[in-house]
């Protein structure tokens, strides 16, 4: 495949990916008293807490997060990763205001809320992007420790 068009379809994934995790936080997983993992859902409490906007919550604490992986892992990353974000926050404040919601067993509504947002996670991590501060830290642990692997390494003589 061309690499314009792989790189395309990657964005175009992470873009699918960041709206069905947005849709699973905001019309299954809130409405039902669950929350999300990781930073974004550090970003849910504290949105609870204060009653600020989710979306400036999640804002505020993954901005640290993504400053760290544009700063440690590269300005690709950032691109993905910028991307996925964005629409996940436009997502997040979209989904809050339309009336849908998924109210039967709490059980039920989380599982079906935490595979969706599985499914979308899955999309994003898969092509290079990250929505969560979470999984920035993890990929800059993965890359330092690669690093210091690759360095590390000796080569039995035998």
């Known amino acids: 495949m ?8 990657s964005y175009l994934m992470i873009i699918i990916g960041a709206i069905l995790a947005s849709f699973s936080v905001a019309c299954i ?4 008293d ?5 930073t974004a859902g550090i970003a849910i409490i504290i949105s609870k807490l204060t009653g600020y906007n989710l979306s400036l919550c999640v804002l505020l604490v993954f901005l640290p997060f993504l400053i760290a992986g544009i ?12 991307v996925g974000f964005v629409i996940y926050t436009i997502g997040l404040s979209y989904f809050e ?8 067993e ?6 079906f809320g935490g595979a969706i ?11 290079g992007g990250c929505i969560d501060g979470s999984e ?13 692997r690759e360095k590390t390494t000796v080569f039995p003589t035998y």
């Not at 892992?73 to 910028?82: M, R, V």
């Not at 205001?97 to 039967?104: A, V, Y």
């Not at 947002?117 to 092509?127: Q, T």
């Open 71 to 82: 700063i440690l892992i590269g300005k690709y990353f950032f691109a993905k990763t910028f």
């Open 117 to 127: 947002l599985g499914v979308g996670l899955s999309l994003i991590l898969r092509n």
């Open 136 to 148: 920035i830290f993890a990929n800059i642990i993965v890359k330092k420790s690669t690093i210091i």
């Open 106 to 111: 709490h059980f039920i509504a989380v599982a």
């Open 2 to 9: 061309n690499k314009k068009i792989k790189t395309l379809f």
């Open 29 to 32: 997983l809130l409405p039902n």
């Open 34 to 38: 669950a929350i999300d993992y990781g």
């Open 97 to 104: 205001k339309i009336p849908f919601e998924l109210n039967t």
